[in-house]
């Protein structure tokens, strides 16, 4: 019967993609991520676990994405997406999590059959699925793996080829919301192409845009991107690609892209020989939903524009347009950030707006963005978007502007919605909405960066024994574990102005972050030494954690 899992044809696949018993994998900031060598058994069991999902959901289209984003060319990982283009619900992480840990083929189908019996998961519902993958050379066959684990429950999947990340949700939702109120384009690339490009051309119109614009592609997916919607742009929008080398290896995210341009705060030295004093660039990360703005002063200075100046950036001209279309106090706009965002940004925004601070991860920025009329997110490392809710989108359709200003705002606001990609933080879609924005405001880099003069700062990574001993508390700020070290940092802290240092574990990579910043350079970087690499090593090290 259709009504129970065909554990056959389970146990047959499931036998070719065994998973090493040595090894533990969890679900978390962003999905599985990992060594790609190591996940064959994980990619065979999400295949299963996406049309479980789909079925759970009515089949209802659920997102399958395999990158390692920011991450080492080596490493991989996936992750799934909701109907809505939305990261999967949290509470579906720890089902992900005992199905990819089940030890054997029969542990895993009775992990299975649990969860199709406690979650009441009726098999005969049709499982629609659609995947895609980035440019690591682990992919391909990472991709059959999670075939084989769709093909065993029956599904068989879109595949939509080597796209972006942000391309991938921008598919999921389009297919859900097909002829539905909430239509949201066409499901193809082409159709996320035009929709942005379009929109983007209505808003520059007799405008002024930015002279050609380097664009550091991090050797990714993203620099396919960049060539396709270059033929949309018509010329308005010259976009000069950079690290545009998918077809080698070991470049990926190598000394160049978002990541590096955030750790770094320096310029990736393959842009050196491009980029003038005075002009600004922007870098992708290695599955383009990351993007970091950067300009040359004109000595020559690098000056980075992060995920907290766009932020402020785009936060400032939104408020404008809501004010400018006869709409101010009737829909609110407010920012989410994480514990990363600069001091300086957050005292800023806050200023203006109602500000939350969250937990690291787009699903808890973009989950508490939603509780406002207008929700602009971004992480300091320049994954972000904006987001119109349901309400606001249906006031700003039925508005009646009483003056020509306020129709131009309006459509300006309604042109915007277009552009940005709602489902998640886009490198492509945000480039895009921020050369809008540059263009309205007759803005240079200089201008944008004076916003607010962010807190000089410094942020590491740093290898422990066992990061899952590092618990947190207020979104991230606090640790709660190991015990005492918390106490450590605070007497750190205090000796500097406007001084502020956290400890979070990563989800992404095997590592400890450390975050600190100080209203003085040399105290920031004092802060460092002291928190790393050394005496930080030293505080985390074995010896401090028997002593406390
Ligand atoms: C992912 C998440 C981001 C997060 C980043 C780093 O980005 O989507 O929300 O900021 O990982 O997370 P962590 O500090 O926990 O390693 P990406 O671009 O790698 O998918």
């Known amino acids: 019967s259709r009504s129970v899992l065909s554990v056959d044809t389970i146990r047959i696949l499931s036998d070719r993609h065994a998973k090493p018993s040595y090894l533990f994998f969890q679900y978390g900031t962003a999905g599985f991520r990992t060594l790609g060598v190591v996940l064959d058994s994980v990619m065979f069991r999400v295949g299963i676990l996406a049309a479980l999902r789909s079925k759970k959901l009515d089949g209802k289209t659920v997102g399958v994405m395999v990158t390692a984003s920011h991450n080492p060319e080596p490493d991989n990982g996936v992750k799934l997406v909701d109907p809505r283009g939305e990261m999967l619900e949290s509470a579906w992480e720890v089902h992900a999590t005992n199905v990819a840990n089940a030890q054997t083929s029969d542990a895993l189908i009775e992990v299975l059959q649990n ?69 949201y384009g066409v499901d193809s690339v082409d159709g996320y192409m035009e929709k942005l490009s379009s929109a983007f051309l209505k808003l520059v119109k007799g405008k002024q845009v930015s002279p050609p614009l380097l664009v550091d592609c991090a050797n990714g997916v993203g620099a396919h991107s960049l060539e396709e919607i270059t033929k949309y742009l018509k010329g308005s929008l010259q976009l000069i690609g950079v690290n545009t080398a998918t077809g080698s290896t070991g470049v990926l995210n190598n000394a160049c892209g978002a990541d590096y341009v955030k750790t770094t705060q320096r310029l990736p030295p393959s842009l050196a020989p491009y980029l003038k004093p005075g002009e600004r660039a922007c870098s992708f990360d290695g599955d383009a939903d990351r993007l970091m703005y950067y300009y040359l002063d004109e000595r020559g200075q690098f000056h980075m524009l992060d995920g907290d100046k766009i932020a402020a950036l785009v936060a400032a001209f939104i408020v404008e347009l809501v004010k400018g279309s006869g709409l101010e106090g009737q829909v609110r706009v407010g920012i989410v950030q994480t514990a990363y965002a600069n001091g300086a940004s957050t005292k800023y925004l806050s200023d203006r707006l109602p500000v939350k601070c969250v937990p690291t991860g787009v699903k808890h920025l973009h989950h508490a963005a939603e509780s406002y009329d207008i929700g602009v997110y971004f992480e300091a490392n320049g994954h972000g978007t904006v987001l119109f809710s349901r309400d606001t989108t249906e006031k700003l359709a039925n508005h009646q ?148």
């Not at 895609?132 to 682990?138: E, G, H, K, M, V």
């Not at 068989?156 to 598919?171: E, F, K, Q």
């Not at 001993?469 to 750190?492: C, H, N, V, W, Y």
């Open 115 to 183: 969860l199709v019996k406690t979650l009441r998961i009726d098999l005969t519902k049709p499982a629609n699925v659609i995947f895609a993958r980035d440019t690591r050379p682990s992919g391909p066959a990472l991709i059959e793996s999670l075939q084989d684990g769709l093909q065993s429950v029956g599904c068989v999947g879109r595949n939509a080829g080597v796209i972006s990340t942000p391309i991938l949700h921008y598919l999921v939702r389009t297919i859900n919301a097909k002829g539905t109120k909430e239509d």
């Open 401 to 548: 502007p009483i003056t020509p200003a306020q129709s131009t705002s309006l459509n300006h606001l309604m042109n915007l919605m277009q552009v940005i990609n709602q489902t998640v933080g886009d490198a492509l879609s945000d480039l895009l909405l921020v050369e809008v924005i540059l263009a309205h405001k007759s803005y240079s880099g200089i201008e944008w960066d004076s916003l607010y003069v962010d807190l000089p700062n410094r942020l590491v990574k740093v290898v422990v024994a066992d990061r899952f001993m590092f618990k947190t508390e207020d979104a991230e700020r606090r640790l709660i574990s190991p015990p005492g070290l918390q106490q450590k940092i605070d007497e750190l802290v205090r000796r500097y102005e406007a001084g502020r240092a956290f400890v979070r574990p990563s989800g992404t990579e095997d590592v400890v972050r450390v975050y600190a910043e100080a209203s003085v350079r040399s105290q920031a970087d004092g802060e460092y030494m002291l928190l790393s690499p050394k005496p930080f090593g030293d505080l985390i090290g074995p010896s401090t954690l028997a002593e406390l």
